[in-house]
């Protein structure tokens, strides 16, 4: 494997992290609002929705970083388990959560158009189809965890990542499973659309999980091994 590859595996979380913040700056720093007004989350889609495409176009960029990261993660899986189920129940998680995110986006993306192109959307419509959008949350939180748990498994038992990866992983399941919290509540802390537990806290679950395991990685890039040169 090339040097340059290798450096792009372990860099994947990184750019996955700094590509979703750079997305993510545009609509935060307009604030979002909660889901319990209709009239509020039109209103939002007025005055923010002309930011929306690019939001989402950079996200996008950012899921194929988080593909890349989830990959390499899950080949180390598979190389210290061999044939078992670990990886496969690791892949099933990360890729369904990825890709009803997505879908999520693609929801959010329509909408934006809708409103700021002047379609005619109704508010009911516009209403609906974003609690569709931000309430793919709490069905997929299990997914996350699908993913964190199998690789603690095999950092505990093989030593895929470093111990205190393995306990970050632990504690990054927990964060994943969050959003579930947004099955009884549109509006306040749990809510999926604004709330720090409902959708803050997974986002950085996420990040700070990426951004600690990539530093990892380029550090045990750069420290030569047994037997090699300095």
């Known amino acids: ?126 209403y609906v189809a974003h609690l569709a959008s931000l309430l793919t949350g709490p069905t997929t939180g299990v997914c996350g965890a699908a993913f964190f748990i199998p690789l603690a498994v095999v950092t505990f038992d093989k030593g895929v990542l470093p111990r205190w990866l393995g306990w970050l992983a632990v504690a990054a399941t927990a964060g994943t499973l969050t959003p579930m919290a947004g099955f009884w509540s549109l509006t306040g802390p749990l809510n999926v659309g604004s709330g720090i537990i409902g959708v803050q806290t997974i986002a950085a679950t996420w990040g700070v999980f990426a951004a600690a395991t990539s530093v990892w990685m380029l550090h045990d890039l750069r420290t030569p091994r047994t037997g090699e040169p300095a």
Do not use: C
Not at 24 to 36: K, Q, R, S
Not at 37 to 65: E, K
């Open 1 to 126: 494997m090339t040097h340059r590859i290798q450096y792009l595996h372990a860099s994947s979380g990184l750019l996955f992290l700094l590509t979703m913040i750079g997305g993510w700056f545009f609509v935060a720093a307009h604030g979002m609002p909660d889901l319990g007004s209709a009239g509020t989350i039109m209103a939002s889609y007025r005055a923010d929705g002309h930011l929306l495409p690019t939001t989402i176009f950079t996200m996008t960029v950012g899921f194929f970083f988080s593909l890349w990261f989830a990959g390499v993660l899950l080949g180390r899986i598979h190389t210290a388990e061999g044939a078992g189920p670990l990886m496969w129940i690791a892949a099933g998680g990360a890729f369904t959560f990825i890709g009803v995110f997505m879908m999520g986006l693609a929801i959010g993306l329509a909408n934006a158009l809708a409103v700021t192109k002047g379609t005619g959307a109704d508010t009911a419509s516009i």
